[in-house]
Each structure stands twice: as structure tokens, then as C-alpha cells.
């Protein structure tokens, strides 16, 4: 028996989100590369809030993430509106990795998987 699989938004290159057997798999980037790093990091986090609403779940379900930060010195602001967004007793895995992102306005990409 094979499991469903619904996506989200679907467009030739991705989909937003991809849902499988109970569990979300998306990517977050900010919708205005021109904000300040601090506004991108909000940003973000509003539209990951968003897009788990979307696939049933929320912040105390992400079980892990992926943060992308081309710029090493943003990673104490990040931390900073983190600690904030995600609900105390619920942090999931998370890794932070400094690259290149595939626009130069970027501050931040988020890999994200939840339960849903």
C-alpha cells in the first residue's frame, strides 16, 4: 500500500510544501530580500508560521531545521528572534550552515520538516 502524497503550490521547479505520511517537508526564503537582516529573519519565521498552518501543524511540531545564513554575523540576531518564535520546550533538531544562498539579498533560508 502506498502512502499519499500532497503537495502544496505545485510549480514546474518545486512545491511549497510536500506532506507525507504525516509529515511536512518545506523551504523557507523571505518573500523581500531588501529588508534588513533582522526584518528577513521575522519575515520568515511568519511565513514558516503560515505555511504549517497550511499543512495542519505549527511550531511545536517542527521536528528539524536547517538554517542557511550567508553572513557569519547574523547568526547572534538570528538567534536572538529565535529563541523568541520557537515555544519553549519544543525546539527541534537544527543545524546552521554559512553559504551562499541563490540570490544576493538573501539573509536566511530555512530547510524545514514537521509533524503534522
Known sequence: M?????????????????VHNGTAY???VPEDPTLP?????????????RTLARVGSDRTRLLQVTIYLPNPEDLATF?????????AGHAPSRACLH???????YRVELILTAAT
Open 37 to 49: 537582516p533582522a526584518e528577513q529573519f521575522r519575515q520568515v519565521f511568519e511565513q514558516v508560521d
Open 26 to 28: 518545506f523551504v523557507e
Open 79 to 87: 538567534n536572538e528572534l529565535w529563541d523568541a518564535w520557537i515555544p
Open 99 to 105: 553559504t551562499q544562498l541563490a540570490a544576493p539579498g
Open 2 to 18: 502506498t502512502s499519499e502524497i500532497v503537495r502544496h503550490n505545485v510549480t514546474r521547479r518545486w512545491s511549497d510544501a510536500v
